[in-house]
């Protein structure tokens, strides 16, 4: 009697635990039971990826769209290869909304950076303010407020009565040796950087870096 109770007890839980296992069998273009798909899945569109399910979280959600799909799904069936992203037409390159193209120019080429004409040229007011703003923010610790060199990074603080630098020989801007260089010029030196000065391409937008140059040449005058 003890025996037949102990084998019916263990076929009940092997029963349980084989439908809760089989509950999570993925396969196919199923993903199987996801617990909180929203952590797996946006309800955004994503660029590579599209949910196909017309029922994909619908056990965890009451929202269900017009054309009776629910929460989780968000394919575009018009486009192939069930990815949200489309390619560009062939033998373009995009340009930004100001129509510039991405910056190719050599490190080394000096030169041909400084001929570059700025998209701001014989700009307005708002442009010098907006480059003022983004020179606050990018430079001044280095250059300084006025371009000379004495940031608060490049001056050092006073340590136990010892001036130390934090960042050694950086450029006064309002020197000899820079009040010919051109917008183009320092473009090209936020771009791509310039001896002991790193580049900033990577971290400032185009637009925001001819508005800096514009705002350097304003500042050496
Ligand atoms: C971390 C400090 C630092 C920051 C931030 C910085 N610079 Fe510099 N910059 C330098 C140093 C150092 C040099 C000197 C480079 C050299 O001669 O090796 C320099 C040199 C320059 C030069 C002269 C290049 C030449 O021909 O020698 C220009 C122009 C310039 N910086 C512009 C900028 C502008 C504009 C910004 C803001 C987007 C900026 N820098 C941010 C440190 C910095």
């Not at 060199?149 to 960042?167: F, H, N």
């Not at 310039?194 to 350097?216: C, N, T």
Request: glycine share 10%.
């Amino acid at each position: 009697m003890k025996n037949t109770m102990r084998v019916t007890a263990s076929l009940c839980i092997g029963l349980v635990v084989a439908t809760l296992l089989a509950g999570c069998r993925a396969g196919g273009d199923s993903p199987g039971l996801e617990y909180a798909p929203n952590m797996y899945h946006s309800v955004a569109y994503e660029p590579y990826t599209q949910i196909t399910n017309l029922d994909a979280g619908r056990w965890l959600t009451s929202i269900e769209y017009e054309d009776g799909h629910a929460e989780f799904y968000n394919s575009n069936n018009l486009n192939p290869f069930k990815m949200n992203m489309r390619m560009p037409p062939a033998n373009t390159v995009s340009r930004n909304k100001l129509g510039l193209l991405p910056y190719r120019l050599h490190k080394d080429s000096l030169e041909s950076a400084s001929k570059l004409v700025s998209p701001y040229e014989g700009s307005v007011d708002a442009i010098l303010a907006d480059g003022k703003a983004l020179y606050t923010m990018y430079c001044t610790h280095c250059h300084g407020a006025k371009g000379e060199g004495d940031g608060k990074v490049a001056t050092g603080v006073t340590v136990d009565g010892v001036e130390r630098s934090m960042y050694a020989g950086v450029a006064n801007l309002k020197g000899d040796a820079y009040k010919d260089i051109t917008e183009g010029y320092i473009f090209h030196v936020i771009t791509v950087g310039k001896g002991l000065m790193a580049p900033h391409g990577s971290q400032i937008s185009q637009e925001d870096r001819w508005k800096i140059s514009h705002y350097v040449k304003a500042l050496q005058k």
